[in-house]
């Protein structure tokens, strides 16, 4: 398994509060992008997998939507975790 319990406890203890912040926003997005980009490998693999690019496209719709709420409601934390994840350029 990609994702095992130490590895989420090593993203959020590096982009959350603590390890076990698991609701922050950017503890979640930094979880996303990490998904995100272990699914996007596999794709270039297996490009005819048509329910991992379905949950891809989920992942990113769940992240760009706690940007959205991030750059809303606290601009600062948005830019910070735009920079510290490189997500955009």
Request: aromatic share 6%.
């Amino acid at each position: 398994m990609y994702l095992t319990t130490d590895k989420k406890k090593e993203i959020f203890k590096a982009h959350g509060k603590s390890e076990t912040d698991t609701g922050s926003p950017e503890g979640q997005i930094a979880l996303f992008t990490f998904r995100i980009n272990h699914l996007t490998q596999h794709l270039k693999q297996k490009p005819k997998d048509k329910s991992t690019e379905r949950s891809l496209v989920l992942l990113v719709g769940k992240r760009k939507a706690l940007l959205d709420y991030l750059k809303r409601n606290e601009i600062e934390r948005y830019r910070a975790i735009l920079k510290k994840l490189d997500i955009r350029k």
